[in-house]
């Protein structure tokens, strides 16, 4: 697998607004910490996934949710976080993708 064949489709929902942002992209295409961090949410999902949640403060109705599917070709790899779930390890790659998202056409 070559960084250029890593996609990476991210999506943020919910807010006070509502309103969703999503973005396709290469891995090549990101800053080289974030291609490598996109590559071990690939390979090592076990490190990105929580346990247990943790529990979600009173007035949380409002929070965010992330998205993040990850395909190779060969495999795929897809994370589902509230914001208090995102792991501290991927939050620079959220962060620049969140840099790089748009509104999102209604589903």
């Given at each position: 697998?070559?960084d250029?064949q890593?996609?990476l489709?991210?999506?943020?929902s919910?807010?006070?607004?509502?309103?969703e942002?999503?973005?396709?992209?290469?891995?090549?295409e990101l800053p080289a910490?974030q291609t490598?961090?996109?590559?071990?949410?690939?390979?090592?999902?076990?490190?990105f996934?929580?346990?247990?949640?943790?529990?979600?403060?009173?007035?949380?109705a409002d929070?965010?949710?992330?998205q993040?599917?990850l395909d190779?070709?060969?495999?795929?790899?897809?994370y589902?976080?509230s914001e208090?779930?995102?792991?501290?390890a991927?939050?620079?790659?959220?962060n620049?993708?969140?840099?790089l998202a748009?509104p999102?056409?209604?589903?």
């Amino acid at each position: 697998m070559t960084d250029q064949q890593l996609r990476l489709h991210y999506r943020r929902s919910g807010g006070f607004t509502g309103v969703e942002l999503a973005v396709d992209v290469l891995a090549g295409e990101l800053p080289a910490e974030q291609t490598g961090l996109a590559v071990r949410l690939l390979a090592h999902p076990e490190e990105f996934r929580t346990a247990t949640p943790p529990a979600m403060p009173p007035g949380a109705a409002d929070l965010f949710s992330y998205q993040l599917e990850l395909d190779d070709g060969d495999r795929r790899q897809a994370y589902r976080w509230s914001e208090f779930e995102v792991p501290d390890a991927a939050r620079p790659l959220l962060n620049t993708l969140q840099g790089l998202a748009k509104p999102a056409p209604p589903r």
